[in-house]
T-cell receptor, first 115, second 117 residues
């Protein structure tokens, strides 16, 4: 069965410093992996996705993630945090082996950005 | 493209009443729509998967008679919370999968905040 673990429930960085949000996955199949962002009381926005093409995936707003099969990781990074990046981030793996392609969400990491 | 809307965005109701939430794909056809529930400071929990023209598939532990799902067209799915109680208060989010798109990609609505008094 697929699962995803977000290693930090809360990450706090200063504006202008790098961001690292960690995610490890477990999958019996070649997984599809996603990062979504959710601002307070808002819906989910797709940041980026990995679907077996290039292992380094670039997303919106300067975010990127690297798929590392040997480490079963898909960490999200950004070189320089902006105040507007403060939000909840979800790492998601797709149940691609299932008939529905269901998404399985991590518990989320809250990113705080200090001025 | 790939916009999903939900209505209402926020609803407050009395205990014992029923509430209907609509999920629409605005610019694509969605054969499959998903309903999630999100508790405060928690992750999203998949409640059910609905396929156009057929019965919804509910996740384990989700009461199908309490959370009625209808997917009558390729652009509309509805979730009705019947006989709502305060413990049903939550943030409900729908998503839709593009009929012609990747089997793994879902587009999410903005969510509906339900408060049951």
């Amino acid at each position: 069965a697929q699962s995803v673990t977000q290693l930090d429930s809360h990450v706090s960085v200063s504006e202008g410093t790098p961001v690292l949000l960690r995610c490890n996955y477990s999958s019996s199949y070649s997984p599809s992996l996603f990062w979504y962002v959710q601002h307070p009381n808002k819906g989910l926005q797709l940041l980026l996705k990995y679907t077996s093409a290039a292992t380094l995936v670039k997303g919106i707003n300067g975010f990127e993630a690297e798929f590392k099969k040997s480490e079963t990781s898909f960490h999200l990074t950004k070189p320089s945090a902006h105040m507007s990046d403060a939000a909840e981030y979800f790492c998601v793996v797709s149940d691609y082996g299932g008939s529905q392609g269901n998404l399985i969400f991590g518990k989320g990491t809250k990113l705080s950005v200090k001025p | 493209g790939a916009v999903v809307s939900q209505h209402p965005s926020r609803v407050i109701c009395k205990s014992g009443t029923s509430v209907k939430i609509e999920c629409r794909s605005l610019d694509f056809q969605a054969t499959t729509m998903f309903w999630y529930r999100q508790f405060p400071k928690k992750s999203l929990m998949l409640m059910a998967t609905s396929n156009e023209g057929s019965k919804a598939t509910y996740e384990q532990g989700v009461e199908k008679d309490k959370f009625l799902i209808n997917h009558a067209s390729l652009t509309l799915s509805t979730l009705t919370v019947t006989s709502a109680h305060p413990e049903d208060s939550s943030f409900y989010i729908c998503s839709a999968r593009d009929y012609q798109g990747s089997v793994n990609e879902q587009f999410f609505g903005p969510g509906t905040r339900l408060t049951v008094l």
